[in-house]
């Protein structure tokens, strides 16, 4: 038992001692490895706009600063607790070492409903967090960026607070911000980009025709959203989605521009139509190609991987498949599964070349950003590829146990200090 116990944490930790015996660590070195360096809690009083005062609860998770500054999005929503925000950091750390970014993961999170807010009020509460940790982030330090229930403008409030306390502007302090405020082309698109990209190398795999292959997709936030557009633009017929608000589900496909436009004007995806409703807890057991997790985390359990009936599962959501269903889904061989920490990088790789512009104050064309985005993403999918080729093992083992283990060698390098 310790302050991270809970449901998401105990999965990340039993999915890294299932990689820490895949790669023979000594039990003793485990919990360097898997316990975060630092863990940053905090209250965010809030002047509401009725004048009543309500205080948020917050939290930074740094996993590990071994190999640079830790990375990593802040999430804005009811579920967050420290131990969930404890495993989206350590998953960031796994995320990073398998693209070869210079980080450490981080996540931090708000425990709050964001729709519930008012602009006026979700500013006010963006600013105090940021203002809450000053103290324990920096561009060398500790990178934020968005997650679910944060976006660009909530990125600019945090950098814009951070710079006014430092009497300069600090731009590199968090990525995802609007090219307007020293965000980087490509950024907003690139999670669910590099999702489209990875499901496109996956099918060639399996023989899969793009054309034509049927998709559903769970989310249709920022991530979700950008999947079903670059989807599309391949050929692939969209036949379900959902969001918390509605689930729609038709066989012969849905109208995904519309689809778009509707999420773009009322940012979600009720009120679209009355007729296509569907259940959502059955939406990821229907019969597709290519089935996109793209919400929250622990939403396929074993139960759910029995029922599966897609060729390729992409993990664009974090944390999406527990163990239990990892041990059914070693065992159905014909699900081509792209595991989150491959499969949603997108984000955080862009998150790191925009990083990289602000520091060098040198911008790129989208041309640009996505062409180095592409190739970072093919260089880690044929390493995954290979490794689970070479070892005999899942595509998820293969992912975690590069990145487990680009971690410790790091730190075996480094040695311990003092
Ligand atoms: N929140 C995103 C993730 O889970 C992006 C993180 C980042 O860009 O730093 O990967």
């Not at 991270?4 to 001692?17: E, K, L, W």
């Not at 599962?313 to 041990?327: R, V």
């Amino acid at each position: 038992m310790d302050i991270y116990s809970g449901p998401v944490f105990d999965m990340a930790r039993t999915q890294f001692h299932r990689i820490a015996d895949h790669l023979e660590i000594a039990t003793d070195r485990r919990d360097r490895l898997l316990y975060p360096k630092r863990a940053i809690a905090v209250s965010c009083p809030v002047t509401r706009d009725d004048g009543r005062l309500t205080v948020f609860q917050g939290y930074r998770v740094q996993h590990h600063l071994t190999l640079g500054p830790t990375k990593g999005g802040t999430r804005f929503a009811p579920s967050v607790d420290i131990g969930e925000v404890a495993a989206l950091a350590v998953w960031m750390s796994w995320k990073c070492a398998l693209a070869g970014l210079p980080y450490g993961g981080a996540k931090g999170g708000v425990t709050v409903d964001p729709y519930s807010l008012s602009r006026r009020e979700l500013e006010g509460l963006s600013r105090r967090y940021m203002q809450e940790m000053i103290p324990f982030v920096g561009p060398h330090t500790d990178v934020m960026a968005p997650d679910m229930g944060t976006n660009e403008q909530v990125m600019a409030w945090f950098m814009d607070t951070y710079s006014m306390y430092q009497g300069r502007t600090v731009t590199e302090i968090v990525t995802g911000k609007p090219v307007s405020a020293g965000g980087t082309l490509g950024r907003r698109e690139a999670t669910g980009r590099g999702v489209a990209y990875l499901v496109e190398r996956a099918a060639e795999r399996i023989g899969l025709a793009m054309t034509g292959a049927t998709a559903i997709i769970q989310g249709f936030g920022n991530v979700g959203s950008i999947t079903a557009a670059s989807l599309a633009a391949r050929g692939v017929r969209v036949i379900g989605v959902s969001d918390h608000t509605a689930c729609y589900f038709d066989p012969r496909g849905l109208d995904v521009p519309a689809l778009l436009a509707h999420a773009g004007t009322t940012g979600k995806l009720a009120g679209f139509s009355n007729e296509m409703v569907f259940d959502p807890a059955e939406l990821l057991a229907q019969p597709c190609d290519i089935l996109v997790p793209a919400a929250l985390e622990r939403v396929i359990d074993g139960a759910m991987a029995a029922r599966l009936q897609c060729r390729v599962l992409a993990e664009a959501a974090n944390g999406p498949t527990t163990p239990d269903a990892d041990t059914v889904l070693e065992q159905r061989r014909e699900i081509f599964v792209i595991p989150d920490i491959l499969c949603n990088a997108g984000g955080v790789i862009v998150s790191y070349f925009e990083w990289v512009q602000d520091l060098q104050q040198f911008f790129w064309d989208e041309a640009e950003v996505n062409d180095r985005l592409y190739r970072v993403l093919q260089r880690a999918f044929a390493q995954v590829l290979a490794r689970a080729e070479r070892d005999g093992i899942s595509l998820r083992t293969a992912a975690m146990a590069i990145g487990v283990a680009k971690v410790r060698d790091a730190k075996d390098t480094r040695g311990l200090f003092p």
